[in-house]
């Protein structure tokens, strides 16, 4: 059935092609990095009132891994510890920082009534695939390990993030099966799943739109080495070989947008093995749309979604 967009997106859409953005393939990664921050100011929400923000340096295994800790005015806590959710931001492995999803951070923070750490992995092409699946590792590690001295409960930490930042909390989670730290959630927003790319909606003329299918290519050629990375569950968590005993997952897939499929599949997959998953789909929304809160309603109605999933497991 043919994807159309809410008349919301579909302004939206037409705004950005009017106003002449230029495709990230014609750009070079400090140029899209550029383009993807200025975009913000145009599109996000005015962000909640939150009690404080932390600058954190998480040692990495290359090096200091720059965070941000978030604090909500309303913080659920018992016995003096709160619940956290470790964010991993989108942009495809190469683009996107900690600024370009404060306000997201914020949210989810005042929504979820939880500390938000995000971090700021390293970016391709300077740092090729597996750079940032090691430094979401070792941060998810060092905050569950350093959980007590942030007024965090270690058996309270979930992942998440969204696009790139949602690939990385899968991989997180299933790398922590083995290794630990114990994971009590996940957050999956629109994920890249599997880098094989041969999923109907990565096909589809209508959910080329604001994440296009040429775009993808080329984040997926700045991150990964070659094809050898295709099948690496750390790059593509949708090849691991079972999701038996995961966390719990909250996953979101838009119906305009090329991931849609393999997001699916991968919040079906996980319920076929067993993991409690709540899977909400945006029909009519295109990539990306959770950053938009100013010009796109449902990407508030999406938050205030996740802060109530939130609010149920930590």
Known sequence: ???????????VLHAFREAGRPPYE????VEARQMYLAGRVVSNPEPPQIASTESLTIPGPAGPIPARLYKPLKLRQTDGLAPCLVFFHGGGWVIG??????????TLAHEGQLIVVSVDYRLA?????????DDAIAATEWISNNALSLGIDAARLLVGGDSAGGNLAAVVSINARAAGPKIAGQVLIYPATDFAMTHPSHSEPETSALLTHSAIRWFRDHYLNGATGIDDWRASPARA?????LPPAFVLTAGADPLRDEGDEFGKRL?????PVMHRTYPGQFHGFIT???????ANDAMREIGNWLRTIG
């Open 1 to 11: 059935m043919p994807v159309t967009l809410d008349p919301d997106a579909a302004a």
């Open 292 to 298: 938009m809160g100013k010009l796109l309603p449902k």
């Open 97 to 106: 920082d900690l600024d370009s999803h404060d306000v997201v951070c914020r």
């Open 241 to 245: 070989e079972n999701l038996v005993g």
């Open 26 to 29: 014609t750009l070079s990664p």
């Open 271 to 275: 319920k076929d093995a067993g993991v």
């Open 125 to 133: 092409p300077e740092h090729r695939f597996p750079a940032a699946v």
